[in-house]
């Protein structure tokens, strides 16, 4: 079973504008860590946010946002304020479990394309 | 921060051929280091996790007589792909994780290996 879905292969948005990119996860363990990473063509695993899932408040790194929806596993990823170089795949993984030693699973990824 | 490289980061070799892949914590101690296989436009596919001293744990499905990795100190692991063949041509990246609970996995820069 597909424990990590993005069920966006690819997204547009316009520059300057908002864009959330959609993450839903599938877990029985009550203890896990979502991330999302930016992975633009140069290949590198960008870390963009963590949240962990007794988090009570919605993890925020500047212009990054995670909307945390425990009960319906969602973990989708706002972007504000759009710019051209945030055109890229975008990756959200899931750990479970709350120590660093675990793996992640990762999504399918969604490509966005931000417009000028 | 917190650095990994890998080297090298492009390769192309004849088929039949043995590559090694280097991965690099250069600012940290590296409880556990992974490796991923990512093809084009497609997500990243966990192949094993390492701990330093021990004998990695590989995903099912991955042939540990073909990939054979090594973590030989707390800084450094290895993956080689033996008799590599055109099928075995991706992506290739590494990541590794400090002590500290509920960070992410640092990435690294990625190999491209072109098995012709």
């Known amino acids: 079973a597909q424990k990590i879905t993005q069920t966006q292969p690819g997204m547009f948005v316009q520059e300057k504008e908002a864009v959330t990119l959609d993450c839903t996860y599938d877990?029985?363990?009550?203890?896990?860590?979502l991330f999302w990473y930016k992975q633009p063509s140069s290949g590198e695993m960008i870390f963009l946010i963590y949240?962990?899932?007794?988090?009570?408040q919605n993890a925020t790194e500047g212009r990054y946002s995670l909307n945390f929806q425990k009960a319906r596993k969602s973990a989708n990823l706002v972007i504000s304020a759009s710019q051209l170089g945030d055109s890229a795949m975008y990756f959200c993984?899931?750990?479970?479990?709350?120590?660093?030693?675990?793996?992640?699973?990762f999504g399918q990824g969604t490509t966005l394309q931000v417009k000028p | 921060g917190a650095v990994v490289s890998q080297h090298p980061s492009w390769v192309i070799c004849k088929s039949g051929t043995s590559v090694k892949i280097e991965c690099r914590s250069l600012d940290f101690q590296a409880t556990t280091m992974f490796w991923y296989r990512q093809f084009p436009k497609q997500s990243l596919m966990l192949m094993a996790t390492?701990?330093?001293?021990?004998?990695?744990?590989?995903e099912q499905g991955v042939e540990k007589d073909k990939f054979l990795i090594n973590h030989a100190s707390l800084t450094l692991s290895t993956l080689t792909v033996t008799s590599a063949h055109p099928e075995d041509s991706s992506f290739y990246i590494c990541?590794?994780?400090?002590?500290?609970?509920?960070?992410?996995?640092?990435f690294g820069p990625g190999t491209r290996l072109l098995v012709l």
């Open positions: 949240q962990g899932s007794y988090d009570q």
């Open positions: 990541s590794a994780t400090r002590r500290e609970a509920q960070e992410t996995q640092y």
């Open positions: 993984a899931m750990r479970e479990g709350l120590s660093n030693t675990g793996k992640l699973i």
């Open positions: 877990t029985s363990d009550p203890s896990y860590g």
């Open positions: 390492s701990n330093e001293g021990s004998k990695a744990t590989y």
